[in-house]
């Protein structure tokens, strides 16, 4: 009986493994055995980039005050902790 389950199980994987990986992944994959349905959607990449303005000149970036798009882990990570820029809010465009 425990050689049944565990071969149900390593079965059941297999086969999600092998459907999963052999569709390219920006598609939806319907996958169904016996009377189980599963619906696997990929989800698109998002820019993550913030919009800010420097506070002092920074070299192949930009000049002070300059309004730039930039990615989000160069203004975390660099940008923003030697502290040579900042997000743009409504209140610093006016």
């Keep these: 009986m ?3 389950a565990a071969s149900l199980s390593w079965n059941s994987s297999s086969w999600l493994h092998n459907r999963t990986l052999t569709k390219p992944m920006n598609e939806t994959i319907i996958a ?5 349905a599963m619906v696997v959607t ?3 990449k998002v820019k993550k ?3 800010i ?7 192949d970036l930009g000049k002070k005050g300059q309004l730039l798009d ?3 882990g160069f203004y975390r990570n660099f940008l923003h902790p030697t ?6 809010t409504p209140l610093l465009l006016k």
Aim: charged share 35%; net charge positive; glycine share 6%.
């Design 83 to 88: 502290g040579k820029a900042q997000i743009v």
């Design 49 to 51: 980039t913030r919009k």
């Design 42 to 44: 990929a989800q698109k």
């Design 32 to 36: 169904s055995d016996r009377g189980l």
């Design 53 to 59: 303005i420097l506070k002092e000149d920074v070299v």
């Design 2 to 4: 425990a050689s049944t």
């Design 70 to 72: 930039v990615k989000a």
